[in-house]
């Protein structure tokens, strides 16, 4: 039967985060860039943000309304919140131009999904059935470490060994890659919500003050470090939050170190999963990663000082990935326009 949808819409890549989910479209590049983060009406459950909109509702809502995060660990939590916010980003993507003027808009595009690679079958499917509940006429996933090889660039079909590690909101995905496939494979949901809540558990400990999520993780990304830098360690900012003993707002100020500090046991075992991927690796995959070095990609890639602390602990060159944030979704993206790639990569996928 001729399906006229297939050409009034776009095919798409999305790289569905725990902490952002990104939006490629194919041959027009990154058209959605959004943190992963639904906002609702308690009792009759209808949405009322989504995106930034709804992040900034984070901790500030009323009674009849929540803020939420429909993923957890890279995987899906909350089914119908996700299937409305993959929804909205599909619709978003086909208000164009091009559809405004022609038949009513009913895109069914063909989308590709990162997924983390330690996922079960159930939480894979779920995944599927939630892209195509949301319009979309196939939907194919690829897991993490791979999208994010090929959003790189690298030769994931050549028969030699790549090592990726994409450190996202939710997972760190560490993966070791020849022939098209993965040949050593790691997932841990230990990422950068832990971080997160390592600062928000340093504080609270060390000085009895209360902060919330939000505030730890920009306490992060302003003054976080993963190893000691000249001008770096010089770094300071001002963290408010509430004193647990007189419940009365305080303001500290707090280093880099401190935060380093906070931040290194997370880090540590990140590394200790990277060594232990190592130790696996056949030794003639091993001899290419220590020519080639290994790649970080993913949010946590932008920590400072990690790619020199894995490289000190592993004894390996370490390289991070152009726009690290972007390399999943890119690498989606690529797949789109090599069908043959696609259909070697990917794990499930197609009509329902």
Same mark, same amino acid.
């Given at each position: 039967?001729? $399906?006229?949808?297939?050409?009034?819409?776009?095919?798409i890549?999305? $790289?569905?985060?725990?902490? &952002?989910?990104l939006?490629?479209?194919?041959?027009?590049?990154?058209?959605?860039?959004?943190?992963? =983060?639904?906002?609702?009406?308690?009792?009759? *459950?209808?949405?009322?943000?989504?995106?930034?909109? !709804?992040?900034?509702?984070?901790?500030?809502?009323?009674?009849?309304?929540e803020?939420?995060?429909?993923?957890?660990?890279?995987?899906?939590? /909350?089914? /119908?919140?996700?299937?409305?916010m993959? *929804?909205?980003?599909?619709?978003?993507?086909?208000?164009?131009?091009?559809?405004?003027?022609? %038949?009513?808009k009913?895109?069914?595009?063909?989308?590709?999904?990162?997924?983390?690679?330690?996922?079960?079958?159930?939480?894979?499917? !779920?995944?599927? /059935?939630?892209?195509?509940?949301? @319009?979309?006429?196939?939907?194919?996933?690829?897991?993490?470490?791979?999208?994010?090889?090929?959003?790189?660039?690298?030769?994931v079909?050549?028969?030699?060994?790549?090592?990726v590690? +994409?450190?996202?909101? @939710?997972?760190?995905?560490?993966?070791?890659? #020849?022939?098209?496939?993965?040949v050593? &494979?790691?997932?841990?949901?230990? !990422?950068?919500?832990?971080? +997160?809540? #390592?600062?928000?558990?340093?504080?609270?400990?060390?000085?009895?003050?209360?902060?919330?999520?939000?505030?730890?993780? $920009? =306490?992060?990304?302003?003054?976080?470090?993963?190893?000691?830098? +000249?001008?770096?360690?010089?770094?300071?900012?001002?963290?408010?939050?509430?004193? %647990?003993?007189?419940?009365?707002?305080?303001?500290?100020?707090?280093?880099a170190?401190?935060?380093?500090?906070?931040?290194?046991?997370?880090?540590?075992?990140?590394? #200790?999963?990277v060594q232990?991927v190592?130790?696996?690796?056949?030794?003639?995959?091993?001899?290419?990663?220590?020519?080639?070095?290994?790649?970080?990609?993913? @949010?946590?890639?932008?920590?400072?000082? %990690? +790619?020199?602390?894995? !490289?000190?602990?592993?004894?390996?060159?370490?390289?991070?990935?152009?726009?690290p944030?972007?390399? =999943?979704?890119?690498?989606?993206?690529?797949?789109?326009?090599?069908? $043959?790639?696609?259909?070697?990569?990917? =794990?499930? @996928?197609?009509?329902?």
């Amino acid at each position: 039967m001729f $399906d006229i949808w297939k050409y009034l819409s776009f095919d798409i890549g999305i $790289d569905l985060g725990t902490v &952002n989910t990104l939006v490629l479209v194919k041959s027009k590049g990154i058209a959605i860039r959004e943190p992963t =983060v639904v906002a609702l009406h308690k009792k009759t *459950r209808q949405i009322l943000a989504i995106g930034a909109d !709804a992040k900034r509702m984070l901790g500030r809502t009323p009674v009849s309304i929540e803020a939420i995060r429909p993923l957890r660990g890279g995987v899906i939590s /909350d089914f /119908d919140t996700t299937e409305a916010m993959l *929804r909205y980003f599909i619709h978003k993507v086909h208000e164009t131009p091009v559809n405004r003027w022609s %038949l009513p808009k009913i895109p069914k595009p063909r989308v590709v999904v990162g997924i983390p690679s330690g996922v079960t079958e159930v939480e894979r499917r !779920a995944v599927q /059935d939630a892209c195509l509940s949301a @319009g979309a006429r196939e939907a194919f996933l690829i897991e993490e470490p791979m999208a994010a090889a090929i959003g790189a660039k690298l030769p994931v079909e050549e028969p030699d060994g790549v090592m990726v590690v +994409d450190i996202g909101g @939710g997972t760190c995905e560490i993966a070791v890659i #020849s022939l098209g496939g993965m040949v050593i &494979n790691k997932s841990m949901r230990i !990422a950068g919500d832990e971080l +997160d809540e #390592s600062i928000v558990s340093y504080m609270r400990l060390r000085y009895g003050m209360l902060i919330g999520e939000k505030t730890a993780e $920009d =306490v992060k990304i302003e003054i976080g470090s993963a190893y000691p830098l +000249d001008k770096g360690d010089c770094l300071a900012t001002v963290v408010r939050g509430r004193d %647990l003993q007189t419940g009365l707002p305080k303001s500290l100020k707090i280093t880099a170190a401190e935060i380093r500090e906070a931040l290194s046991p997370i880090i540590t075992q990140i590394i #200790s999963g990277v060594q232990e991927v190592l130790e696996e690796t056949p030794p003639e995959l091993l001899t290419d990663i220590v020519e080639r070095g290994i790649f970080l990609a993913g @949010g946590g890639a932008l920590l400072r000082g %990690l +790619d020199k602390r894995i !490289a000190e602990e592993t004894k390996l060159p370490i390289y991070i990935t152009d726009d690290p944030l972007t390399t =999943v979704v890119r690498g989606c993206g690529e797949v789109l326009n090599n069908l $043959d790639l696609l259909s070697k990569v990917k =794990v499930t @996928g197609g009509l329902r």
